[in-house]
């Protein structure tokens, strides 16, 4: 993999370089309530733009529906990436249009221009290869050189991320670098008792890594959305809770696998219930109800670990020498539903293991709950990017960097 050093001896003054970011941000209406993705991408784009290049950023921001849509709006990004630049940053209101064109054919040498939300051009992430290719074409129409440090989204087989690359010359950044060379070591020689945390709500996209899983960690603790699958699949009630039914089958072998393996798997015992969803909005108390993991009423949703489990989780990763933490153990960002992500982010500070959070929302939970970042080993921006890797994955967007 060629890297951006490489790139800036050769020379950039003058080219435009396209560096595709993960600048998928949580965003409380327009407001960022984490920028740590747009800091982590700040030293590539700062020293291209320092080096004399036209840079120009894209990336994605949630899943919008391959159609411009307000709420996913990159503008937010693209003017907190000028405020840490210290500089004028363009912004393009759409990716591959009259206003992409335009910002790029505006920028002088050291200026920087941020494209609108890839995901808002459907070909951004078809399965159809010639549609992702047609938007890769256009893509490369607006640089010269392609550069990829959008780790959190290595692991997608998108046009920006797989197709683009093949088609400019392209190097690493200094965020992926720095990530591929953290998780590497949690590839070979890992420290035992290695547990790994699996949390969030992307339960589809993730619940597959425990197959590997099993094979590697000696416990793996079970929070989020993912709890409720497991519950399920032990045959109990779940409610409302967020359930990915036709997972039940694969859990169960998962857990039939993990006792032949003597592989831990840890599980709530107490929940924390409502009736519904809280008001993210106004944030107005949920009052919910703390119920055994086993006896969750109908038609209430689990949103948070509950109070012993929070102890037992604790417990379990005192004596650990390595652990992977992916997913939030509740919905963090209400206030009555944080204190089982506060209580393993703790957990985490307080054990002499080798720690390692990967996720968006993951190290935004860590860093907006007041945990001091340095506390813990490695924050890594990509959740299912990063599990991913650790299963020993080929992630499009970094073999199109070696190829
Ligand atoms: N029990 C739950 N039900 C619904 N959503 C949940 C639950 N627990 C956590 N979440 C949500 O999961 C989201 C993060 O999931 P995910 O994107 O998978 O994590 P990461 O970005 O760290 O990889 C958070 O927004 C959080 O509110
Ligand atoms: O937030 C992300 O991943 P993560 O939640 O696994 O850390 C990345 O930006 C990828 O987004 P995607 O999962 O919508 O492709």
């Known amino acids: 993999m060629k890297t951006i050093d490489e790139l800036l001896t050769e020379g950039v003054a003058g080219r435009r370089v396209f560096v595709r970011a993960d600048l998928n941000v949580p965003l409380d209406g327009t407001t960022i309530t984490d920028d740590g993705r747009i800091r982590a991408v700040l030293p590539t784009v700062a020293k291209l733009a320092e080096a004399g290049a036209r840079v120009v950023v894209a990336s994605h921001l949630g899943r919008p529906k391959g159609a411009p849509d307000p709420a996913f709006s990159l503008a937010p990004a693209a003017a907190r990436l000028g405020e840490l630049l210290g500089a004028d940053v363009a912004f393009a209101t759409d990716t591959v249009g009259d206003s992409a064109r335009a910002a790029v054919e505006g920028l002088t040498d050291g200026q920087v221009a941020v494209l609108e939300n890839l995901r808002f051009n459907a070909g951004e992430t078809s399965k159809d290869d010639a ?213 393993v982010a703790q957990a985490l500070i307080d054990s002499p293991a080798f720690t390692v959070v990967g996720g968006g929302d993951s190290a935004a939970a860590v860093r907006i709950l007041g945990f001091d970042e340095n506390a813990f080993g490695h924050i890594s921006t990509g959740g299912g990017a990063s599990l991913e890797y650790l299963e020993g994955k080929t992630l499009p967007g970094l073999a199109a960097l070696e190829g």
């Not at 959305?225 to 072998?253: C, N, R, W, Y």
């Not at 709530?268 to 519904?276: H, I, N, R, S, Y």
């Not at 009423?297 to 005192?318: F, H, N, V």
């Open 131 to 343: 549609e992702r290719g047609a938007f890769a074409d256009r893509l490369a129409e607006l640089a010269d050189v392609y550069v990829g440090d959008g780790f959190g989204a290595v692991h997608r087989k998108h046009a920006s991320v797989y197709d683009l690359p093949a088609r400019l010359p392209h190097y690493a950044g200094y965020l992926i670098a720095t990530e591929v060379g953290v998780l590497k070591k949690l590839t070979t020689d890992v420290k035992r008792p290695y547990a790994v945390v699996l949390g969030g709500a992307k339960v589809s996209d993730k619940l597959g890594v425990i197959d590997h899983l099993l094979e590697k960690a000696d416990r793996i603790l079970i929070g989020g959305g993912m709890v409720f699958t497991f519950l399920a699949a032990q045959g109990h009630e779940v409610g409302a809770s967020l359930l990915q039914e036709d997972q039940i089958p694969v859990v169960k072998e998962y857990i039939e696998r993990a006792k032949e393996r003597g592989v831990e798997f840890v599980l709530p015992v107490d929940v924390l219930v409502a009736g519904e969803f809280p008001d993210m909005k106004t944030k107005a108390p949920a009052h919910p109800a703390t119920v055994a993991a086993d006896a969750i009423p109908a038609g209430q949703m689990g949103l948070d670990i509950g109070p012993e489990s929070r102890k037992l989780y604790a417990s379990k990763l005192t004596d650990t020498a390595t652990v992977f933490w992916n997913g939030p153990m509740g919905v963090f960002e209400h206030p009555d539903y944080a204190e089982g992500t506060r209580a």
